[in-house]
């Protein structure tokens, strides 16, 4: 079986278990830097910020928006 093929049916059998995960941070303010959102987001003032994440799991989904979050702030 080739490369090109096991990496086709481990990126669909990924789509496959992928599950939307919440993730909540408290944050001052939202920073944009005028891309694209890649996850939705809730926030009512006063409470945390509330992330969809499509993951994996839930350990997954947190790293997702901690690295999306520092880009934002580079």
Known sequence: MSNVH???NQAIERAKNL???L????????VFDG???PYSINHVMGGPV????????QD????RVNE???GQRA
């Not at 509330?50 to 799991?57: C, F, Y």
């Not at 997954?60 to 790293?63: I, L, W, Y």
């Open 60 to 63: 997954e989904a947190e790293t």
């Open 23 to 30: 993730v909540f941070r408290d944050m001052d303010e939202l």
């Open 50 to 57: 509330e992330i969809t994440v499509p993951a994996i799991s």
């Open 6 to 8: 096991i990496l086709a």
């Open 35 to 37: 891309n694209p959102m």
């Open 19 to 21: 599950q939307e995960f």
């Open 68 to 70: 999306w979050l520092r």
